[in-house]
């Protein structure tokens, strides 16, 4: 389901930036930061991943990697928004109160520089760009 009403919320908040992640995070946050040209840190341990997820990749020919959705995946009508790092827990909080079901997740920041993924051993990567393909 769409987030109409949250986005609505985070608007009322002073939130300036964001879009659905209808291709997926990686490429819409792609999309983003060129335009804007900024570069951006997501931090592996933030994204939120789905219990079901991660029992899903458990499976051995999954190879354990449920960040790899959390990704690539598409059609998550979820929001990705920008908020102001001196507001952001406040943001959070007041989300997360609102709306306890969705959670608002802070998963990384915008930089000046490449488009990275910081993983648990804290050795950033690229970002990678798995497009989400709508027929195939």
Known sequence: ???VEEAKF???LGVKAGMDLSDGLGSDLRRIANVA???AIVRELELPIHDALAQYCAYPQMQGR????AISGGEDYELMVGLPVKQAASIQEQFNAA????GLSIIGEVYEGPLVLMPANGIAVPLPNPRFAHFD
């Open 99 to 102: 709306f306890p079901d969705v």
């Open 37 to 39: 040209h900024v570069g």
């Open 66 to 69: 449920p960040v790899h959705f």
């Open 10 to 12: 985070l608007a009322s």
């Open 1 to 3: 389901t769409p987030r």
